[in-house]
């Protein structure tokens, strides 16, 4: 599909703009006007997480921030919050990136799991000190459920669809490295 | 090979983590900000939008529409049961429609005889739903009027019946309501017949409850609930819908806008009203012919006393 490995890395930080946009697109869709009962997963945060922890060099820190952000403006969230939130987590799994490439993907599960709890949790937090208003604590645990729960299958769809695995040894990095 | 790269990471590391500290800076101060000086940020945040939105317009559309024929496709199965219901409920509008026309006419004779002045500013600008909030905690929508159409935060949305929500973030080409249904939204009332001024309290569901009754002993199920332009928030008088009991004994609003199809809103026009500053000069005013006597008497009562 590639051979040249800057065109390809290129083309995937195009295509997680795009994915990016289209999530974004499909949730401001006017389907349903009444408030919902149920919350559905952030799709947009476990393809960060699963893109980072497989190929890091595909979303770079300020794409990611300028994504978070933009999603915080359009969905009308306390603005810059969240996305800094993102970006810290993104961050703490690149840093464990080369530990968890080599183990099995349910380690890789629990450490996505309790990071998407953390940062649910601080972000409540900070909202409470600061007296802004803020969802319901059923709708936002049932998000992170859901975040959860569906980790997998998009793990398996970016390995798939967009061909986002993990790099085997002797693979050609992106950088033109050898691992 | 191997050593190559830890050394360009070595020499990349550093200036990587600055670059995420300053992104990371950047946005809490973005949010810090927003806490501090919100009406700015909003303004930042509409400006956004107001690029983003209407370039997604032509998309939306014909997605939305498809999905809509699609839950509409379900129903098309008891099709025969939905037209006999109709059917039913056409011959009561019907009565109901003569009762409205002659309530009309006689409010119109009531009016002409009282000789009342309606207000002729409140009139409305319509748009058309853009997009919603695109998330399960936040209740709003986005329309294609804005600034360009004069719109002005604070104003009131309604559907054909009753109050939606207010405009909070104006755009140039697009502005954003705030439903009622939204936890920031609050809604001073007024409950008829009773008179019971209360707020109307979003919380994220489909019934916004009642709170701070006077008397919620005289509020009934199936009274009007409507603004009551207390704070100036709204102009007074906007339907908003019927007070119910929900099962746990507290009062809720069942709204009369169809927040199931919000398709096309009405934005009011609403310039504020006048208000009466000057008390003392409300007893004898200084303009009217006449004047002169007032003072006198006023005077002379003065010296009486």
Redesign the interface.
């Known amino acids: 599909m590639a051979e040249n490995p800057a065109y390809r890395l290129w083309t995937m930080r195009i295509l997680y703009v795009v994915l990016g946009v289209t999530l974004i697109f499909l949730h401001l869709l006017p389907l349903d006007t009444l408030p919902r009962s149920w919350a559905g997963p952030d799709i947009m945060l476990a393809l960060t997480f699963a893109w980072v922890l497989r190929r890091p060099e595909y979303v770079p820190p300020l794409l990611l921030a300028g994504m978070f952000l933009l999603a915080d403006l359009m969905f009308h969230r306390p603005p810059g919050l969240w996305a800094a939130l993102v970006l810290v987590a993104a961050e703490t799994l690149r840093a464990r990136y080369i530990g968890l490439r080599d183990l099995t993907f349910a380690v890789e599960w629990v450490s996505v799991a309790s990071t998407l709890v953390v940062i649910m949790i601080v972000y409540r937090v900070v909202l409470t000190v600061l007296m802004v208003d803020q969802a319901p604590l059923g709708l936002s645990l049932m998000q992170l459920i859901m975040t959860m729960a569906v980790y997998p299958v998009v793990v398996v769809v970016s390995q798939t669809v967009f061909g986002v695995r993990k790099l085997a040894p002797g693979d050609i990095d992106a950088l033109g490295g050898r691992t | 090979?191997?050593r190559?790269?830890a050394q360009?990471t070595d020499y990349t590391g550093p200036l990587?983590r600055m670059?995420?500290g300053v992104?990371?800076l950047?946005?809490?101060?973005?949010?810090l900000l927003?806490?501090i000086d919100s009406p700015r940020?909003e303004r930042f945040?509409a400006q956004?939008?107001d690029r983003?939105?209407p370039g997604?317009d032509w998309?939306?559309a014909p997605?939305?529409g498809a999905?809509?024929i699609l839950q509409d496709f379900q129903s098309y199965q008891r099709i025969y049961q939905q037209n006999q219901e109709l059917r039913r409920e056409l011959q009561q509008m019907k009565a109901w429609k003569e009762a409205a026309l002659q309530l009309e006419q006689e409010n119109a004779r009531l009016l002409d005889l009282n000789n009342v002045q309606l207000d002729p500013r409140l009139t409305f600008v319509t748009g058309v739903?853009?997009?919603?909030?695109?998330?399960?905690?936040?209740?709003?929508?986005?329309i294609n009027v804005g600034a360009r159409d004069g719109i002005v935060d604070g104003w009131a949305a309604m559907d054909g019946l009753g109050l939606v929500g207010r405009i909070s973030g104006v755009g140039d080409n697009t502005a954003?309501v705030i439903?009622l249904?939204d936890?920031?939204s609050r809604i001073p009332v007024t409950i008829q017949p009773s008179g019971q001024q209360a707020l109307v309290i979003g919380d994220?569901?489909?019934a916004p409850p009642i709170d701070f009754i006077e008397a919620a002993d005289q509020v009934r199920p199936g009274d009007r609930v409507m603004t009551s332009g207390d704070g100036e928030v709204f102009p007074a008088g906007l339907l908003i819908g019927q007070v119910a009991e929900d099962p746990g004994g507290r009062m809720r609003v069942r709204l009369a806008a169809d927040?199931?199809?919000?398709e096309f809103l009405r934005v009011l026009r609403n310039y504020g009203h006048e208000r009466v500053t000057d008390p003392g000069n409300l007893i004898a005013p200084e303009g009217l012919p006449g004047s002169e006597v007032g003072d006198a008497e006023t005077t002379a009562e003065g010296a009486d006393g």
């Open positions: 090979m191997a190559n790269r360009t990587k670059l995420i992104l990371v950047v946005l809490i101060g973005l949010f927003w806490r940020v945040r956004v939008i983003v939105v997604f998309a939306m997605v939305t999905v809509n739903v853009l997009a919603d909030s695109g998330s399960p905690f936040r209740q709003s929508v986005l954003r439903l249904t936890t920031s994220n569901t489909a927040y199931e199809r919000l």
